[in-house]
């Protein structure tokens, strides 16, 4: 073509400091092979500590509530075990959310585990034991709210197994590699 004005690209009209603006690959900062790191959070566990950490306040009032509605109806040692029981629920779900969103979400294998074991040898007793015993005076609200607390625990408990077997052979794979890059 006979008289095509030619533009220039938009590199060629930016000024020349616009080349370190700090994109990788630029000469300013050169590719760093070693930063890749596989992100091994698992997202259902984190969705599911999510709607639980919104729910836990709810079943808290609704359980404190209850209690305090059938107290008088129970007898002394179970009035005993029920406020025990929903003391030691509070502060476990507590500590066991804690622990569960720094396990997921900063990749931590301890908090992880300890989040597993609140949840199977605290969380589940006491909660199976609200559920099943036949003297507990078990209000229709309150066996809508342990099913669903109930249902919470156990799917996180699977998700957390997972994400915890995750986890380790990960870092399993990372101590092996720098032992054989040490030596």
């Known amino acids: 073509m006979v008289g095509a004005i030619t533009l220039p690209s938009v590199r060629q009209r930016l000024p020349q400091g616009s080349k370190t603006l700090g994109v990788l690959g ?4 050169p590719r760093l092979p070693c930063l890749a790191h ?3 959070a698992s997202l259902p566990l ?3 500590l999510y709607f639980n950490v919104y ?13 305090l509605l059938k107290y008088h109806l129970l007898p002394r040692h179970y009035q005993f075990l029920l406020v025990a029981a929903f003391l030691i629920l509070s502060v476990a779900e507590g500590s066991r959310l804690y622990l569960g969103y720094v396990g997921n979400l900063q990749e931590k294998v301890p908090e992880l585990a300890g989040f597993l074991l609140l949840s199977f ?3 589940l007793p006491l909660l199976l034991f609200l559920l099943t015993d036949s003297r507990v005076t078990l209000l229709p609200l309150e066996l809508a ?4 607390l109930l249902a919470f ?3 996180e408990m699977a998700a957390a197994f997972l994400a915890l077997k995750t986890m380790s052979k990960q870092l399993a794979a990372q101590f092996y590699l ?4 040490g030596s």
């Open 121 to 123: 040898l605290i969380q």
């Open 55 to 67: 729910y836990f306040p709810v079943w808290c009032l609704a359980e404190g509530m209850m209690l």
């Open 153 to 155: 625990l156990i799917t």
């Open 145 to 148: 709210l342990h099913s669903l």
């Open 46 to 48: 984190q969705m599911m």
């Open 38 to 40: 596989e992100v091994l």
């Open 26 to 29: 630029s000469p300013a900062h």
């Open 178 to 181: 720098r032992q054989l890059k």
